[in-house]
C-alpha cells in the first residue's frame, strides 16, 4: 500500500484530509525577493554599465579613441562591481546586528 492511514481512523477520514493538514513542510522560498532583486539589479548593470558607457564616450568625449573608452569602460565595471561588494557587506552587517539584538532579548 502506497498510503497508510492512522490506526483508530476510517479510510474515507484519511481520504478526506487534505495533504496540507498532515504536511509540516516550510514552503517558503530559499531566497528572499529581495536578494533576487539585487541581483538581477547589479547583473544588468554588470553588463549594459560598461557597453554604454563604452558608446556614451567613444564619440562624444574622447573623439573616437577607442583605448580611453575602454579603460572607462573597465572602470565602470570595477565601480558597479565594488557597488556591489560594498551592499552586500551593509546587508551581512544589518544581518548581524538584528542577530546581535534578537539574541540579547
Known sequence: MSARRPHG??????????PQE???SDVTPAVPADVIYKLLGFTFAMVFAPIGMYFLTVKSVFSGNAVYS??????????????????????D????????SKKGQ
Open 9 to 18: 481512523q476510517s479510510y474515507a477520514d484519511a481520504a478526506a484530509k487534505s
Open 22 to 24: 498532515e504536511s509540516s
Open 70 to 91: 575602454g579603460i572607462t569602460a573597465a572602470v565602470t565595471a570595477n565601480v558597479v562591481l565594488f557597488a556591489y561588494i560594498y551592499v552586500a557587506w551593509k546587508e
Open 93 to 100: 552587517q544589518e544581518d548581524q546586528q538584528a542577530a546581535k
